[in-house]
């Protein structure tokens, strides 16, 4: 669709009203001529004369964009195929709009993300995990303050997940009347609250260990791991941050398994897999038994309904809640196994 001065526009809804943007305004900031546009995942698809590009809204800084293109440029010299964010004219790592919005311009991977239902894609996914640790590694440049993650952070999170599950907790209690997914909730509240508390508590008597910080993905997932005609692309580095490793393992292994029904032996095989390339200390692995044990899933659930308009019955909640319950057998008996390699 066309503006008045002959300009492609993009449509969204901002606060229930319906506002134009302009990303060709945004991309004539760069050294490249548009040939299309198109909405993609809370990012515009752009078809350039130097080929696909990818147009997002940035939410940090000038200096920490200038930080990951760094970053993003180091892990290419050690032969990651990664996003490499593009420059203005310029030179500057981020685009401006009208409103002051900033935008960064990313390569594009065509290929498919990773498959949840084949081992091998995950077993691959998760070597190019260790990889990407290991060539985060040989960065010699500062590391910035604005990057690094509180040491406790990981704690503090839990503590605050634990208080907001008592208030659903409390909440459904007050209920006279309670729906479908209520009720379950409260015959399950009791334990599952007291295995949070439980992890949250050993990790008090856990002290940070330097070695097992370094640079993390921040948010590695199977949408953002590309299998590529080229080899595996990994894409969305926008949470990247210097903290514990194991989150980053931890994520990944938690959302293969609760697609795979918390399968022992997958898990145990991506574990060897992260270890062929990045030998786990008896620390790392204590650390990931603590990310996994915690129950994360049970929490997102409550927050959502929590969170969400509760006069309304979500018969998706439901299900989630019972797929958790029937799943939590298999996830007890998983996580016996690792606590067995923590030491």
């Known amino acids: 669709m066309m503006n008045r001065h002959g300009e492609k526009t993009v449509y969204e809804l901002y606060g229930g009203v319906l506002v134009y943007i302009r990303p060709e305004q945004i991309l004539g900031q760069y050294e490249l001529e548009v040939k299309s546009v198109s909405k993609g995942r809370e990012s515009y698809i752009c078809d350039t004369s130097q080929g696909t590009k990818v147009l997002k ?23 990651l195929t990664v996003e490499t964010l593009i420059r203005t004219k310029e030179g500057s790592p981020i685009a401006v709009s009208e409103d002051e919005t900033k935008y960064i311009l990313l390569e594009a991977y065509a290929g498919t993300e990773c498959d949840t239902r084949n081992r091998d894609a995950m077993l691959a996914a998760v070597r190019r995990l260790a990889r990407l640790h290991q060539a985060a590694a040989a960065y010699t ?50 334990r599952f609250m007291e295995k949070a508390e439980r992890v ?10 330097e070695e097992l910080l370094g640079f993390c993905h921040g948010d590695y997932n199977q949408h953002n791991v590309i299998f590529t005609s080229q080899g595996i692309a990994v894409v969305h580095f926008d949470s990247f941050a ?36 990045e030998k786990l200390s008896p620390g790392a692995l204590n650390c990931l038994y603590l990310y996994l044990a915690y129950p994360e899933k049970f929490w997102k659930i409550a927050n959502h309904y929590y969170n969400a308009h509760k006069a309304w019955l979500s018969g998706r909640n439901i299900e989630k809640l019972q797929k958790l319950v029937q799943q939590e057998t298999d996830r007890e008996e998983f996580l016996g196994m690792l606590f067995h390699f923590t030491g």
Not at 252 to 272: A, H, P, Q, S, V
């Open 57 to 79: 809204e940035y939410h940090g800084s000038k200096e920490r964009a200038e930080f990951l293109a760094g970053m993003l440029t180091c892990l290419q010299e050690q032969g």
């Open 141 to 190: 440049g500062e590391i910035p303050e604005f990057v690094k993650a509180d040491q406790n952070a990981l704690l503090t999170l839990y503590e605050k997940h634990n208080r907001e599950l008592r208030k659903v907790k409390n909440y459904i209690r007050s209920k006279k009347k309670k729906n479908e997914f209520e009720m379950l909730f409260a015959a399950q509240c009791a």
């Open 200 to 209: 949250t508590e050993r990790l008090k008597d856990v002290k940070p260990q």
């Open 242 to 277: 210097y903290q514990v490793q194991m989150s980053d393992l931890a994520n990944f292994m938690r959302k293969m398994l609760e697609k795979n029904n918390w399968n022992t032996g997958l898990g145990l095989d991506l574990i060897r897999a992260y270890d062929e390339t």
